[in-house]
């Protein structure tokens, strides 16, 4: 059941007391995680940079479809940007609700893969009626250029209302799902209802139902909500400059 859609992984309703696992945490693990996983050690093909840990956390070597957990033994699983790399999203994801009872979900859109491609991502992902609906890229008849890098891996740091404007519009290069106890996922649908949002032009039915319009007041707290946000955590990075470590630095400090 989706919960809500936070800003980004600094927005968790995660509580004090909270278990917290990340699955997939590769270089830039969440510093709330007391636990992560990660299938691939010897290989960055999935990721940006080498795996990095901070020092409480505990590393597992494990497949996120398979982890060698309990039911429910988390109270909260993060999941960011690794979904759409794994063979079976819908095995993947019963996997995460038996880990752990609530959770984040993070992805490209649809649209954030069409500006920024990457060769490693199998799936791209649109958030409709609060499922979220995978195809495999594959399937699709063409991916536009790559031109994202700039768009959405620079500009945004470079520019706040630029920052401002991606973090205020769920989808726009994002898809950021919170759940519990259950995710609605549906994968590779042939409903022309959910196929034709990868397949064929968007009305402005379809746009609007991506990007719902808003009024002038909810625009406006919108944006003073994700700029406070935004101050937060220029603010707690500053004052919290602790960073990870390497895999080998891990090993060699638990030896």
């Known amino acids: 059941m989706k919960v809500r859609n936070p800003i980004d992984r600094d927005d968790l309703k995660i509580k004090k007391k909270d278990k917290v696992l990340e699955v997939g945490s590769g270089h830039n693990p969440t510093f709330r995680s007391d636990v992560v996983v990660d299938k691939y050690i010897d290989s960055n093909y999935h990721r940006s940079d080498n795996i990095m840990i901070y020092p409480h956390q505990a590393f597992i070597n494990a497949d996120g479809a398979n982890m060698p957990f309990k039911d429910k033994e988390f109270d909260y699983v ?3 940007q690794v979904i759409e790399h794994v063979d079976d999203p819908l095995l993947f994801v019963k996997e995460l609700q038996r880990v752990a009872k609530r959770g984040y979900i993070e992805l490209p859109s649809l649209i954030g893969e069409s500006l920024f491609p ?26 536009y250029p790559d031109y994202g890098r700039t768009f959405l891996n620079f500009l945004p740091y470079q520019s706040l209302a630029l920052r401002v404007f991606h973090l205020s519009y769920h989808q726009s290069d994002f898809i950021k799902y919170e759940w519990k106890d259950t995710i609605d996922i549906i994968v590779n649908s042939e409903d022309p209802y959910y196929k034709n949002y990868f397949l064929e032009p968007w009305s402005e039915e379809m746009s609007q139902k991506i990007f719902p319009v808003r009024s002038l007041f909810c625009d406006v707290r919108i944006f003073i909500k994700v700029t406070t946000h935004l ?14 470590i390497s895999l080998e630095e891990y090993k060699s400090m638990r030896k």
């Open 78 to 80: 993060i999941c960011n």
């Open 231 to 244: 101050i937060k955590g220029m603010i707690n990075r500053r004052l919290h400059s602790q960073s990870p």
């Open 118 to 143: 990457k060769k490693s991502h199998k799936w791209v992902c649109l958030e409709i009626d609060n499922k979220l609906v995978f195809y495999e890229k594959d399937k699709l008849p063409k991916l």
